[in-house]
């Protein structure tokens, strides 16, 4: 399996198949040769998972981090994004959402235009 971005479920499935494997042989063993490409793994399995649960773009997740828009751990060269964090972000997004359409609604009624 190619490593790298997940672009779909079928390759989600597959990266948390291979994941799980990898698991299965190495443990908890962090010094295992293979635990650098499970961390690795687990990093493109997060953001396609972040994406999905923010109905985003794969790349989304990532530029979220980059802004700081989206709190993340590091683990050595690895990002990590809590569910709670994720969640958060997600709420606030609904919250504007929701906050811009009812400013477009009050418009529209103020100018009589049947909403």
Request: net charge negative; with cysteine; hydrophobic share 40%.
């Given at each position: 399996m190619p490593l790298g971005?997940?672009?779909t479920a079928?390759?989600?499935a597959r990266a948390v198949e291979v994941l799980d494997?990898?698991?299965d042989e190495i443990g908890e063993d962090e010094t295992h040769p293979m635990a650098e490409l499970a961390?690795?793994?687990?990093?493109?399995?997060d953001c396609y998972e972040a994406a999905d649960d923010l109905s985003a773009s794969r790349a989304h997740?990532?530029?979220?981090?980059e802004r700081g828009e989206l709190p993340d751990?590091?683990?050595g060269t690895l990002r990590r994004i809590s569910l709670k964090n994720l969640m958060k972000h997600?709420?606030?997004?609904?919250?504007k959402r929701k906050q811009a359409l009812d400013e477009l609604a009050r418009e529209a009624q103020k100018?009589?235009?049947?909403y």
């Amino acid at each position: 399996m190619p490593l790298g971005t997940l672009r779909t479920a079928k390759d989600y499935a597959r990266a948390v198949e291979v994941l799980d494997a990898i698991i299965d042989e190495i443990g908890e063993d962090e010094t295992h040769p293979m635990a650098e490409l499970a961390d690795a793994l687990s990093v493109f399995i997060d953001c396609y998972e972040a994406a999905d649960d923010l109905s985003a773009s794969r790349a989304h997740p990532a530029g979220l981090l980059e802004r700081g828009e989206l709190p993340d751990s590091k683990a050595g060269t690895l990002r990590r994004i809590s569910l709670k964090n994720l969640m958060k972000h997600r709420d606030r997004m609904r919250a504007k959402r929701k906050q811009a359409l009812d400013e477009l609604a009050r418009e529209a009624q103020k100018h009589k235009m049947g909403y």
